[in-house]
């Protein structure tokens, strides 16, 4: 445990702190809350999770990570989705589908890197 990260009533940090995987009962990550059919609801973020990370290390800052927690108990259900919804995120996927230079459907997202499908950015 790095004891540098314990801080639970929030006096070094400013939010309660606790190190990679030691959060207490009741706390959880939004994606945590998701898998659960929960989201934060409009709630402040009530703690953090900190820890050491070399993989993501950016010039001239500390590679520290962070993950902010969220009361349970506060938690609300995931809004379920309606068939207004659903429709507008159909088309929007099917306009990511679909190539600006021939207007076909790919079936796959057109890479933004190349702003067009493959062959069409690859001519023979």
């Not at 809350?33 to 950016?58: E, I, K």
């Not at 993950?67 to 099917?94: E, N, Q, S, W």
Request: net charge positive; with cysteine; charged share 25%.
């Amino acid at each position: 445990m790095s004891a540098h990260f314990y801080d639970p009533d929030g006096s070094r940090h400013g939010l309660p702190t606790f190190p990679f995987r030691m959060a207490p009962d009741g706390y959880a990550t939004r994606r945590q809350l998701r898998a659960q059919g929960l989201r934060p609801g409009g709630q402040a973020v009530a703690a953090q999770l900190l820890w050491h990370s070399n993989r993501y290390r950016r010039q001239g800052e500390p590679p520290v990570r962070v993950a902010y927690l969220y009361r349970r108990d506060r938690a609300k259900p995931v809004r379920p989705m309606t068939p207004g919804r659903t429709a507008a995120l159909a088309k929007a996927m099917l306009a990511r589908r679909t190539c600006p230079e021939c207007r076909t459907d790919r079936g796959y997202c057109i890479p933004r890197s190349l702003g067009m499908c493959v062959p069409c950015a690859t001519p023979s």
